[in-house]
């Protein structure tokens, strides 16, 4: 029975594993963690958004490095795939805005409890708190791995890799599958954090810190140039902003901000053209005639951001609102629609769902995952050079790789 042996126990450790059990090999994750799967406990904030239910020029669309590595990987093991198997194995799914795909219990542990379970069923042993050493690397053939306590060696038949990235450090993501990756040969392309909050240059957002806005719209751009666009949902911080939208933002900007900053364009109104949003403050004018321009704005804006946006209008705090110019109104409507903030960077590992970069893809097989260095050597998930945007899409990539990797190492031939 062939043996083989995968190092880490998160999404695609364990969809390898699984898939190489399927086939009939004696499979055994090392995982330095206490526990399976501990980055998905706290993936959508607990609530483990699993992947997303859409179509498959969605799922392509919505990777932001290098998709066509993913090709095979997505329509052998596809969103639809992973749904059928979580649910099958006793954890009812469903399906939220924007395609999101969450537990129907929103519990993140159902989804590793039914991971767990099927484990269990194809009889893969699960070795925790085993943290690996290195590979064994035999005249360009992997043939084991050694574990860090007392230098074990551990011969077989074919070695995973799927130790994550550097995101969230506090859950064992140290690394490591880049070392055995550099260690093998391979180059790993510069890594960043990503999926990751900005922070801002203007200390504005120390006012605004905790207020969280819905159906806004943004621009992040460098100069005319749009670099990423989306509608939804944002969070003021002390340092920045956070929030799905700028969180996608930050995969398409990481590179850019190495170029220096970036702005921030966000659309408060993005429903209301120029002329309806002016036609609704002449009418909340007309209501508050008798009231400060400080006290008119109160059905239009959220309390948090009507100081900021009376200061950036330019309008007197204390002006009637029956004095208001037509032109002091179009400046405003223009500072709704486009209130912006300049990006100088982002936050560290410690706050990134995901990392950017990772093993260079031109140096493994899209087909079966495995190694173009070396033989029956196999990568999958995050230590890949691969990332998307949020919404289930990066846990998709993990579980098609990973279930790839698996199905591969179990045929491989001598």
């Known amino acids: 029975m062939k043996q083989i042996a995968v ?61 066509r590595f993913l090709y095979s990987a997505f329509y052998g093991f596809a969103n639809q795939d992973v749904m059928d198997l979580i649910e099958q194995a006793g954890c ?59 230098n074990r060696k551990i011969e077989a038949d074919g070695v995973i890799v799927a130790a994550g990235g550097l995101s969230y450090p506090t859950t064992g993501s140290d690394g490591d599958g880049y070392r055995f990756a550099e260690e093998a040969g391979h180059q790993v392309t510069e890594l960043r954090p990503a999926l990751v909050p900005f922070t801002t240059e203007e200390t504005v957002v120390k006012e605004l810190q905790g207020l969280a806005l819905k159906n806004i719209e943004i621009s992040l751009c460098r100069g005319k140039k749009e670099i990423y666009h989306d509608f939804g949902e944002m969070l003021f911080t002390h340092f920045g902003v956070s929030g799905p939208v700028l969180l996608s933002a930050s995969s398409y900007g990481a590179k850019e901000l190495k170029k220096g900053p970036l702005t921030l364009t966000i659309d408060l109104k993005p429903a209301l053209t120029m002329e309806q949003l002016d036609a609704r403050i002449l009418r909340d004018f007309d209501e508050a005639k008798n009231k400060q321009f400080k006290n008119s704005l109160n059905k239009l804006l959220p309390s948090k951001m009507i100081p900021v946006i009376v200061e950036r209008s330019g309008i007197a705090p204390e002006k009637p609102v029956n004095e208001i110019t037509k032109q002091e109104r179009k400046h405003l409507a223009e500072t709704v629609k486009c209130f912006s903030l300049t990006i100088n960077g982002l936050r560290g590992f410690n706050e990134a769902i995901i990392t950017q970069g990772g093993v260079q893809v031109k140096e493994i097989n899209p087909s079966t995952m495995e190694s173009k260095k070396i033989k029956k050597l196999y990568f999958a998930g995050e230590v890949l050079d691969l990332d998307a945007v949020t919404g289930g899409f990066n846990l998709q990539i993990a579980w098609s790789t990973g279930y790839l990797a698996g199905l591969s190492a179990a045929e491989c031939v001598e």
């Open 7 to 67: 190092i880490g126990g998160g999404a695609a450790g364990m969809m390898a594993a699984l898939a190489a059990a399927k086939q009939g090999c004696r499979v055994t994750i090392y995982e330095k963690n206490e526990k399976l799967g501990k980055k998905i406990y706290i993936t959508g904030k607990g609530r483990c958004n699993v992947t997303n239910n859409c179509d498959m020029d969605v799922l392509f669309d919505s990777v932001v490095t290098n998709k």
């Open 92 to 150: 009812p799914l469903k399906t939220e805005r924007g395609g999101r795909v969450f537990p129907q219990s929103d519990k993140s542990s159902d989804i590793i409890s039914a991971l767990s379970r099927l484990l269990r069923e194809f009889q893969v042993e699960i070795c925790l708190k085993e943290p690996v050493k290195s590979l064994i690397i035999e005249e360009g053939i992997c043939r084991g791995l050694i574990l860090e306590r007392q």
